[in-house]
């Protein structure tokens, strides 16, 4: 059984900065792409940040140069450093693992998501 644990969510005023984690728990092989996603009331959960294994990132224009994930595979956790926080950054922030379980499966996993609220 894997679990993922987020931390770091909370309240923020514009312009501020928060940090959030997510560690991998359990019994499996490695993990491979990592990543942030988030959804706010009434949207669809969309693509925050990845990180291949490799360390190579992807982020959508909307938080481009503002975001930043990273990794620390002996820790087997993910981090997203948000930066210039905006109020239409507020969201419910969940991270994701794609975790190799067996010698031949590898399973998405997520997280149970932490609440980032930026208010003006």
């Known amino acids: 059984q894997v679990q993922l644990v987020e931390s770091g969510g909370g309240l923020v005023q514009a312009g501020g900065s928060l940090r959030l984690s997510c560690a991998a728990s359990?019994?499996?092989?490695?993990?491979?792409?990592m990543g942030w996603y988030r959804q706010a009331p009434g949207n669809q959960r969309e693509l925050v940040a990845t990180i291949t294994s490799g360390g190579v990132t992807n982020y959508p224009d909307s938080v481009k140069g503002r975001f930043s994930i990273s990794r620390d595979n002996a820790k087997n956790t993910v981090y997203l450093q948000m930066n210039s926080l905006k109020p239409e950054d507020s969201a419910v922030y969940f991270c994701?693992?794609?975790?190799?379980?067996?010698?031949?499966?590898?399973?998405?996993?997520w997280g149970q998501g932490t609440q980032v609220t930026v208010s003006s």
């Open positions: 359990g019994r499996f092989f490695n993990i491979s792409a």
């Open positions: 994701n693992q794609r975790v190799q379980v067996t010698a031949y499966n590898s399973i998405n996993y």
